[in-house]
T-cell receptor
Framework: DAKTTQPNSMESNEEEPVHLPCNHSTISGTDYIHWYRQLPSQGPEYVIHGLTSNVNNRMASLAIAEDRKSSTLILHRATLRDAAVYYCIPGNYGGSQGNLIFGKGTKLSVKP | NAGVTQTPKFQVLKTGQSMTLQCAQDMNHEYMSWYRQDPGMGLRLIHYSVGAGITDQGEVPNGYNVSRSTTEDFPLRLLSAAPSQTSVYFC??????????????FGQGTRLTVV
């Protein structure tokens, strides 16, 4: 199974960009890299996922290192609503169809 | 389009009681799963299913049963509740995508307290 390393917590100011790093040095060549977030008292919410190329959607951008051993989730302008725990999850583990295996994630605080 | 619906939202059980947590999705997703989340922790996988009639165990299956008689529903049964099962339970669903090239949808959770 691919292991991930994320900072326990990060702080940002409102309306500033946020770069959330993730190391996944044991990722396999066919694993997608997923990011989910969990707002307080809510279920996890999909943010973005990618394989090799950088990806953009309305919520965020995902920058994937060329060797795929790390990735960075980029929130272009943090808002108070972005305060959440962010989980980086490589896909396809343990020989099963593939289950999302959650670590402890990074708790992002956003200051007004 | 309701997405993933979990009922109830809150439940208090006495030790030894049984109950079923309901999960339903209206997106015709093949894959469904149950997680539990203890305070300050990430989510841990209990059971999952890749289609009607097919279920498998996750990381922490003891004390829980599941069945998948329809694509839409994936109930989680606690056979004899214990205080250690006090947790927030989340249900998720997604399409089956190769190597997880897909997006999962989560319910809002059921907060269970066993006294």
């Amino acid at each position: 199974d691919a292991k991930t390393t994320q900072p326990n917590s990060m702080e940002s100011n409102e309306e500033e960009p946020v770069h959330l790093p993730c190391n996944h040095s044991t990722i396999s060549g066919t694993d997608y890299i997923h990011w989910y977030r969990q707002l307080p008292s809510q279920g996890p919410e999909y943010v973005i996922h990618g394989l090799t190329s950088n990806v953009n959607n309305r919520m965020a951008s995902l920058a994937i290192a060329e060797d795929r051993k790390s990735s960075t989730l980029i929130l272009h302008r943090a808002t108070l609503r972005d305060a959440a725990v962010y989980y980086c999850i490589p896909g396809n583990y343990g020989g099963s169809q593939g289950n999302l295996i959650f670590g402890k994630g990074t708790k992002l605080s956003v200051k007004p | 389009n309701a997405g993933v619906t979990q009922t109830p939202k809150f439940q208090v059980l006495k030790t030894g009681q049984s109950m079923t947590l309901q999960c339903a999705q209206d997106m015709n997703h093949e894959y469904m799963s149950w997680y539990r989340q203890d305070p300050g922790m990430g989510l841990r996988l209990i059971h999952y299913s890749v289609g009607a009639g097919i279920t498998d165990q996750g990381e922490v299956p003891n004390g829980y049963n599941v069945s998948r008689s329809t694509t839409e529903d994936f109930p989680l049964r606690l056979l004899s509740a214990a205080p250690s099962q006090t947790s927030v339970y989340f249900c998720a669903s997604s399409l089956l995508g190769q190597n997880w090239n897909t997006e999962a949808f989560f319910g809002q959770g059921t907060r269970l307290t066993v006294v």
